[in-house]
């Protein structure tokens, strides 16, 4: 309890706890189906974190940062997990498909829950030209595209995904399943062949595998002490690849029985980063010294150019980059379905026009998904006018939404956990374990690897730059939908009851000095 100041007699007045929020949240719900299945669910959140961070960018980063790089990818996938579970609470404690964006609005406010939700929209709208760059040039893999221009196979693509997005929240999760199938499938396989060859001391034609092989380049560190600088900073490209485990949580909202298959779903994805990222990762840097793996091929291309001859190579490259143009996929699928409901949260809340607040018939905010399908568009006229750098220059500018959305997610359970303890809500059995170390702990983690981004030159250098801009276009935002926010938050909040004098007794109630 807070007490006032002492008043004339020496007697403290006690007011009553603070109550907790009382916006009505469970209405951003309205006009959603639960179409989604448990199946979906688990297959989302393992989906989410496998892409072309692993199949493709991690071919650079082991040329870089050497076996070494399987550390990093394990405390990443460490702190990756702590924000999963920070955020499974959150769930736990309401599930929403606004996801982290309306629990900052529960837990900080409007202002927090605008900012959030515009970069995270930012994020995925930048991705969404990544990704219609990337299919463009993983389509043009096979000769039979190899003279289609790449902006129109880029074009291609976008509406064929935005459709399929359109359908219902059902035909999400279902595409997702698949696309995540695929990939799981994929790293199976490679896990499973990369073990034979191992056990069987079979060797490739660049040599011996296994820790012979490692011992004849530099052990851990092929380039001495400089490895363990190149790795760190490599940290943030690393964060990058795990982003998208947070769609679980909106998908979520519109899953059946969430509180129950949330906890299965998150639970599972630390074993699964664990076998997946930093066993594939280990079994690469065992099979061949890192310095044949590239950034121009995925590292399991590389590994089968090597072990298998012409044939197999030519193969395993077409296979390869089948399953990449999924991931590929799958990432623009999520990123649409993702802003059209965190864009339909900031309109019912005012903060964005409410077009994006509209629902179809099947309960699909279409508004949000239109929006991030036109800015893809915006690729297609990228991969135009600059085929060669569409690619990297989108890509740089998605980390900060990623850096932003967990913060996020790490500062609501704090807030959450800290409510709880002052009897304002009641705290979900399912937690984040070691709180609030853990918590301060993600944080401090997130805050290095934005310092790790600054040092990344010349790339690392122009995001950093961005962020005055983008603090400029929130700062003029906000005040340009304060009053549109004011509005809304006024509609949210049930009318109060008038005070009882029981009430009015009981909040002066004078508390006897000890």
């Not at 929020?21 to 469970?26: L, N, Q, R, S, V």
């Not at 996938?77 to 924000?83: D, I, K, M, N, Y």
């Not at 309306?102 to 995270?120: P, T």
């Not at 304002?424 to 709180?435: C, H």
Request: hydrophobic residues 50%; proline residues 5%.
């Amino acid at each position: 309890m807070t007490t006032s100041p002492e008043d004339g007699a020496g007697t403290r007045y006690v007011r009553q706890p603070a109550e907790p929020a009382t916006h009505d949240f469970d209405e951003e719900q309205t006009g959603y189906r639960s179409g989604m299945k448990a199946r979906h669910l688990r297959m989302i959140a393992i989906g989410g974190a496998i892409g072309t961070g692993l199949f493709l960018g991690a071919g650079s980063r082991l040329h870089e940062g050497g076996p070494f790089l399987v550390v990093i990818y394990a405390i990443c996938g460490f702190f990756a997990f702590l924000v999963l579970r920070a955020l499974g609470e959150l769930v736990m404690h309401r599930p929403s498909s606004g996801s982290f964006v309306s629990y900052a609005r529960e837990f900080y406010g409007e202002k927090m829950a605008f900012a959030v939700g515009w970069m995270y929209f930012f994020h995925w709208a930048m991705t969404a030209i990544v990704d219609c760059t990337a299919v463009a040039l993983y389509v043009k893999y096979w000769s039979a595209f190899s003279a289609v221009p790449q902006w129109l196979l880029a074009l291609v693509a976008l509406p064929v995904v935005v459709g399929l997005n359109l359908i219902s929240a059902r035909m999400f999760g279902e595409t997702e399943f698949w696309f995540a199938l695929v990939k799981v499938g994929a790293l199976v396989v490679f896990l499973v062949i990369g073990i034979v060859v191992l056990a069987a001391r079979r060797p490739t034609d660049a040599g011996e595998t296994g820790v012979p092989m490692l011992a004849a380049h530099g052990g851990l560190l092929p380039h001495g002490a400089a490895t363990v600088g190149a790795a760190l900073v490599l940290t943030q490209g690393v964060v990058l690849a795990f982003a998208g485990t947070e769609l679980v949580s909106i998908a979520a909202g519109e899953t059946t029985d969430p509180r129950k298959t949330m906890p299965r779903a998150i639970n599972s994805v630390i074993v699964r980063l664990a076998v997946f990222y930093c066993g594939s990762v280990l079994l690469l840097a065992l099979l061949l010294p890192s310095q044949l793996y590239s950034g121009s091929q995925s590292p399991f291309v590389t590994f089968f150019s090597h072990f298998g001859g012409p044939r197999v190579s030519a193969a395993a490259g077409t296979a390869m980059n089948f399953v990449v143009l999924t991931a590929v996929l799958s990432s623009l699928n999520a990123g649409l379905y993702s802003t059209g409901r965190i864009l339909h949260s900031l309109a019912q809340a005012g903060a964005a026009p409410r077009f994006f607040g509209r629902m179809n018939r099947r309960g699909v905010p279409y508004g949000g998904i239109l929006l991030t399908g036109a800015i893809g568009l915006l690729g297609v006229g990228l991969n135009y006018l600059a085929p060669s750098r569409a690619f990297e220059i989108a890509l740089n500018t998605t980390s900060l939404g990623v850096l932003t959305s967990w913060a996020t997610i790490v500062l609501c359970q704090i807030r959450l956990r800290r409510w709880s303890l002052q009897g304002r809500v009641e705290r979900p059995a399912f937690r984040l374990f070691g709180a609030p170390v853990t918590a301060y702990l993600a944080l401090g983690f997130l805050a290095a690897v934005l310092v790790l981004i600054a040092f990344d030159r010349p790339t690392g250098s122009y995001t950093m730059a961005l962020v005055p801009l983008i603090a400029a276009l929130l700062v003029l935002g906000w005040y340009r939908r304060r009053g549109y926010i004011a509005a809304a938050a006024a509609d949210r909040r049930p009318p109060r009851a008038a005070p009882t004098a029981a009430d009015s007794r009981r909040s002066s109630v004078p508390e006897p000095r000890p």
